[in-house]
DNA sequence: CTGAAAGCGCTTACAG
DNA sequence: CTGAAAGCGCTTACAG
């Protein structure tokens, strides 16, 4: 079913099914119904792509590239993207890149070929060594990136400041009496070497000399085995993880050894994500507001193809939200 | 940057170029690799609407249609199909619906009208009521469903039976010790009255005389106050949920509450997800395999456009994992 | 081995 | 108000 299908069985010229489908132009009031009724009955939509061909029309489409959406960081970003871009009459491409340049550049060729409007980048695993590929998309397309900071013409930032918000959290542990901090993280990226530095500067504005940063294997169970090998009584009161679910694991692994929290030690997550809520007790996070920064992208982009013009540098603000292990 | 260009700067026809692109037919080795140069100097990718215009080639999109991407388990589920159809080729377009039937529709109709080559819907709030968009959408293309059985031509389904599973908790409740049985959801959905169902009749089945049926706003803390509510001692001794965020929610009040778990409360999740291990008393919770599934499905739908064939009914097999709570 | 031409399903000046 | 025709960027018989 075409529009030349649609215009026989109405008795007209495609160039009329036309005016009707688009609203443009003069049509009859009466031929118009009657093109309106062949095309309902028929349930016709005209092909995106034959559109996208004749105008040079967008697809409406908006390639987004992530590294894991099972992580709840990325599934919270990716759903408001998707919910606010819908929103602006978008869809979304979803990639999910794995570890190698190689995988990552067919990715994002991938979703150029499918002529999509642009392309946001979430998170940080793309800044830093990866960079280059962001630098090749933006010659071709408007660059979005959630949770990163990378320089470039065409390419969009809007994130947290990472080495600020571990940071303030060591303080928060400094202010609660804590003098001997460790840092856990897992996978080795841009932002977690953020966070990392943040710890470090912390660490050092505070005067405290017992530190110690750790790297943990990249799951619940990986950083509770971790945290039973490196824990010593009184060797540290104080954890920051880089996210929820390695905090997680050393609640569970403190639990299984008896240590009580935040009695002896204090423990703090990062993404305020749902498992901040579910454990027990219940774990004080950092909240970066994913949320704020996909929903700023999402009216980000469509300004940028609305107004044609889009802000290049957001940084949003955070908070330690304190629940039990603090 | 378009096949006309890449043709005068190799100085040879738009035919030879598409061939070279495609691999098609004979071209001359010293012509084939004038051309590649070209290419790859400037980066052209051929426009996949063009190609899917001209020759009616596939653009390689799946549509999949989820409820919410937040929710862990339809998390993996698109990870795992993103995945695998990645593998073969496909891209995929996520869209995550409303409530609305109008609403659904809607955004199926821009699924089809982008030309996918397949939907698949992820979740059961897609049966029942809200069949007639699924029905409609076979019309135009093959259908492939998630975790719920609809009946009809081009439907394609993989689940995983909600009923049996719910059945087999309850029994393991029973032979457990535990007699007064309560069953805890939240949404109202199709697969949540296969579970009610499932409940019903084990419950039915063993004989047990004490049992409730409980429903819950759709979040932790929702949850954790249904059951602040509900709790009386001695009322109940045997808790069934209908996914781990809810179970998790009991948890937490029977904490607050000072109610012992397992001692005088067993709980079982649904859906195993990583909430299940991260709360304390770790969660016994019921294996449904989603990624058995997303990873059957993703092959499903290769085989159909490669072999023109594909399965139209696969049940998975299901297992109550035991954690701490039971 | 290579190129000219038709055709895919649309839109949009242009002429009437 | 309506239609004939050109053009979007490709591919693929067909002829040479």
């Known amino acids: 079913m075409n529009i030349y299908d649609i215009a026989r069985l109405a008795g007209v010229s495609i160039a009329t099914v036309s005016r009707v489908i688009n609203g443009k132009g003069y049509v009859n009031k009466n031929t118009r119904e009657k093109v309106l009724k062949v095309i309902t009955r028929h349930n016709y939509t005209p092909k995106k792509s034959a559109q996208n061909l004749s105008t040079g029309a967008s697809l409406k489409l908006i390639g987004i590239v992530c590294y894991n959406i099972e992580d709840p960081y990325y599934a919270k970003a990716v759903a408001v993207l998707q919910r606010d871009l819908n929103r602006f009459g978008y869809d979304i491409i979803l990639s999910c890149t794995g570890e190698s340049r190689k995988q990552r550049q067919s990715c994002i060729d991938m979703l150029i070929s499918k002529n999509v409007d642009a392309i946001v980048f979430i998170g940080s695993v793309f800044a830093g060594k990866s960079e280059q590929v962001i630098l090749n998309a933006a010659r071709h397309l408007p660059v979005f990136i959630i949770n990163a900071k990378v320089e470039g013409k065409n390419i969009h ?6 080495s600020d918000t571990v940071y303030e959290c060591a303080r928060a542990l400094f202010e609660r009496g804590r003098r001997k901090l460790a840092f856990f993280y897992d996978v080795e990226t841009y932002g977690s070497s953020k966070k990392r530095e943040g710890f470090l ?10 530190k110690y940063v750790m790297k943990c294997p990249p799951d619940l169970e990986g950083a509770c085995r971790e945290f039973e090998q490196f824990w010593e009584e009184g060797k540290a009161d104080g954890a920051m993880c880089s996210n929820d679910e390695l905090a997680a694991g050393i609640l569970k692994a403190a639990r299984k050894m008896g240590i009580s929290v935040p009695g002896q030690l204090s423990v703090i997550g990062y993404n305020n994500s749902l498992i901040a809520r579910c454990t027990s007790p219940a774990l004080s996070s950092l909240e970066n507001n994913v949320e704020k920064l996909a929903e700023f992208t999402a009216k980000n982009i469509s300004d940028y193809f609305s107004e044609n013009q889009a802000v290049l540098d957001f940084k949003a603000d955070f908070k330690l939200i304190i629940r039990e292990t603090l």
Chains 1, 2 share one sequence.
Do not use: H, T, W
């Not at 930032?157 to 990472?162: L, T």
């Open 201 to 210: 500067r912390a660490v050092k504005d505070l005067g405290i000399s017992e």
């Open 157 to 162: 930032c809007a994130y947290c400041d990472e």
